[in-house]
């Protein structure tokens, strides 16, 4: 899990380009990489809860 932080924070550091310095572009940036990792936080969370029935054949 450390490491898909580290790789995101990495990934949104990376895209950000200096000459964009107005306010407004970064905070939707900021809002859209919050909503995104958000998401698959919530996707992956939600999986890692189910508990899925054994569907092997003669098991």
């Known amino acids: 899990m450390i490491n898909v932080l580290f790789?995101?924070?990495?990934v949104f550091w990376r895209s950000f380009n200096v000459s964009e310095s107005n306010d407004e572009v970064f905070r939707a940036k900021i809002g859209a990489t919050t909503f995104f990792f958000f998401?698959?936080?919530l996707v992956l969370s939600t999986i890692a809860d189910t508990?899925?029935?054994?569907?092997?054949?003669g098991g």
Not at 7 to 10: L, S
Not at 51 to 57: A, R, S
């Open 7 to 10: 790789y995101a924070y990495h």
């Open 39 to 41: 998401m698959v936080l």
């Open 51 to 57: 508990n899925l029935p054994n569907l092997k054949v």
